[in-house]
């Protein structure tokens, strides 16, 4: 399947996390005031200190250390409470904002017009969904406030030195500019090198599954030197990429570790120069160890910054699925039909970025009638289907019921009009009574009850809690004729005008298909029905018979009629009738 959903760009991303923070801003706020306070109160213990050797060089009295002393305890216990708080809102903040984009993914993802989703395979909407909601949950949940907190304790305690003196403060920076670099050059590395060695571990991982998988295939035709050969070429690449990403964290931690000793160095060097002079000892002191403390921000910076701009990726994915076009919501009133007239007029339709499979279709469906539509496999039949039913929506040209374009109408009023049934019948987890009142919200149990008796499924009956037993693991699994009982128990809820069937009892098993027959001919009374056919003989029932060829309708009337034409249908009829 081609077409994959859009990726949000930067700005976009920004303005969703922006967003995303103002509706929570007030939590938000608290955590970075909270945190700075927190710095503030873990300065003092540094600066307490440099008094204290001030103190003792100038000869006062143990009295006057023991205050400073208590004062640096005093300093570390708020700290301590204040930056748990902190930390305690930052997980809350993340929490909320967590729930807030599952939601919005939700909506969004139900929102999705199917022919989207359709396109788009469902695994790329599953992993958005799930692998890439995580990864931005762990970053909300974890990454995210120990950053932001390390980040508010790395710019206090670097200004502090800037305070204490200037030329101290240059050292400090001098330091950090290793850091930098070594950050820049190991991130510009480390995502492809990390997305690589993810890659190779899952092509190796598929190459070993579908070796066992298919052992006795590999063996009866002798494929192991083969399949070894395959496997041993994803050891390598596994090896091979692995091998990169430890170069890489063999440059980046050398560095930093020399980093942090760099600005300690310079100003112990800087600061003995100049002690006695124009800085204290207390100073100096002071100002290294604020330098040493920089180190435990700024390991939790580095150690978090890979894995937010991966989960900077994956928000980019979630917050994609706002691009998928969507049709516009009709302006004004409520458009609502006038009839149920099916017609659909000069309708134009390609697949993304294919040709047009459908080549300027004209069809008015007779309110009431049986139409049958034929036609060679790849004609354009099941498009059409879908086209009529509202699913896509024609390149150019239209499909109304009653003068009101179908995709226009939403999904409720449609329902009443139109519906599909295609061989795909989903049985949702929760009970009968939530499977069948996704067609009629306000069903009540009688009206449920009715239209599981029209369609014959009598086996409800057996379910020890009725309607309310629990389909699916760990309830009742229906099978497949029961599966397709229930969609068309929905049918006849929805009771729509015009019912599309496409290929219903094609695949079904020959023992079940004359039970559902006898279902679907009680949906199908006095409703239009289009059949998508494929078998002659529901051509030969209905009441007019459409042929579809290449993307065209190129013949239209009853059976009769077209058989007397002699054209493509009668040639199909004679060939399948045998005389
Ligand atoms: P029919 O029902 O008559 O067999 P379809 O409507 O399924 O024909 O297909 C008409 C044409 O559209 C075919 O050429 C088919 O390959 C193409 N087609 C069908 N579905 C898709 C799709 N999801 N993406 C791209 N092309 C498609």
Not at 183 to 209: I, M, T
Not at 548 to 558: A, H, I, S, Y
Request: hydrophobic content about 50%.
């Amino acid at each position: 399947m081609t077409g994959s959903l859009p990726v949000a760009e930067r700005g976009l991303v920004r303005r969703a996390a922006l967003r995303l923070i103002r509706l929570d801003g007030r939590a938000f706020a608290a955590m970075i005031a909270l945190n700075a306070l927190a710095a503030v109160a873990g300065l003092a213990g540094p600066w307490l200190l440099g008094r204290i050797i001030d103190a003792v060089k100038s000869g006062a009295g143990a009295a006057a250390v023991d205050r400073l002393a208590l004062a640096i305890l005093a300093a570390a216990l708020v700290q301590l409470v204040l930056s748990r708080y902190a930390s305690h809102l930052g997980h809350r903040f993340g929490e909320r904002t967590l729930a807030r984009i599952r939601e919005r993914f939700t909506e969004r993802a139900l929102d999705l017009p199917v022919s989207v989703v359709e396109r788009a395979g469902t695994g790329d909407l599953t992993t958005r969904g799930t692998a890439d909601v995580a990864a931005v949950g762990a970053t909300l949940r974890d990454a995210g406030p120990d950053v932001l907190i390390a980040a508010v304790q790395a710019a206090f305690i670097l200004a502090a030195v800037f305070v204490l003196d200037p030329r101290l403060g240059a050292c400090g920076v001098l330091g950090l500019l290793g850091i930098w670099f070594a950050a820049r050059w190991y991130l510009r590395r480390a995502v492809p090198a990390y997305l690589a060695e993810g890659a190779a571990n899952s092509a190796l991982a598929e190459q070993l599954a579908a070796t066992t998988a298919g052992a006795r295939t590999v063996a009866a035709l002798r494929l192991e030197h083969r399949r070894i050969t395959a496997c041993q070429a994803a050891i390598g690449e596994c090896r091979r990429t692995r091998v990169r990403t430890l170069f890489l964290r063999s440059v980046l931690f050398p560095v930093v570790d020399v980093s942090y000793a760099i600005p300690v160095a310079g100003v112990l060097l800087v600061g003995g120069f100049m002690a006695n002079g124009s800085m204290t000892l207390g100073t100096v002191v002071a100002a290294a160890l604020y330098l040493r403390q920089l180190g435990q921000p700024l390991d939790t910076i580095l150690l978090h910054l890979e894995g937010m701009q991966s989960s900077g990726a994956s928000f980019a994915r979630v917050e994609g699925l706002a691009l998928v076009p969507r049709p516009a919501p009709a302006a004004g009133p409520e458009l609502v039909p006038d009839g149920d007239r099916l017609v659909a007029a000069g309708v134009h339709y390609a697949y993304e970025g294919g040709p047009d499979v459908l080549r300027g279709v004209d069809l008015t469906v007779r309110p009431g009638e049986r139409l049958a539509i034929v036609g060679p496999s790849g004609a354009g039949k099941t498009t059409l289907g879908r086209l009529l039913a509202g699913v896509d929506v024609p390149r150019t040209g239209s499909v109304t019921v009653g003068g009101v374009p179908v995709a226009a109408l939403d999904p409720g009023r449609l329902r009443e009009r139109v519906v599909l049934v295609t061989q795909e019948h989903h049985v949702f987890l929760g009970t009968v009574r939530d499977n069948l009142r996704i067609a009629a919200p306000s069903a009540t149990d009688a009206e449920l009850r009715a239209a599981l008796a029209t369609v014959g499924a009598d086996w409800i009956d057996d379910l020890p809690d009725g309607l309310g037993a629990d389909l699916g693991p760990g309830g009742h699994r229906p099978d497949g004729a029961q599966a397709q009982q229930l969609a068309l128990a929905r049918v006849v809820l929805a009771d729509p005008h015009t019912l599309i069937l496409d290929e219903a009892t094609a695949l079904l098993d020959p023992r079940t298909a004359r039970h559902t027959e006898r279902a679907l001919a009680a949906v199908l009374d006095g409703r239009t029905v289009i059949a998508i056919a494929h078998r002659l003989q529901t051509a030969h029932d209905a009441d007019r018979v459409a042929v579809m060829q290449d993307g065209r309708l190129t013949e239209l009337g009853t059976h009769h009629d077209l058989v007397a034409a002699g054209g493509t249908y009668a040639e199909l009829w004679r060939s399948w009738h045998g005389d």
